[in-house]
């Protein structure tokens, strides 16, 4: 990505058809166009800071949930019906074990007050 975002004029012809559009993800009407024309979506947004969270309470419904909803609503008005999303290593929980490995089973996140089910 970081080399289609470069190469402005001589782009790799793996970059051809890539587009970043830097735009809040909570601004639906801003996600559906930016998203026209395109087949996949490769989904990068999130809130970042963590401990954020905590004092903003907030932070994560908009920054995650309301988000991802409004990416997941601008394709299906698109039509497009791909994505590429990733998550982060929170959903491992702090553990001793290194390397992280995604066989570890259920853990609780580290970060939340929720009792394990």
Sequence with gaps: MKKCL???????HWCEGFR?????LLNLETVEQSMHGHEIVWHLGANTDIPGGNRVTDLDLRNCTIATCNVLEAMRENGVNKILFTSSG????DTESLPLVERFGHRRPSHTTFPAP
Excluded: I, L, Q
């Design 6 to 12: 470069k190469a402005k004029h001589r782009a790799p």
């Design 20 to 24: 970043f559009t830097e735009a809040s």
């Design 90 to 93: 929170a959903v491992y929980c």
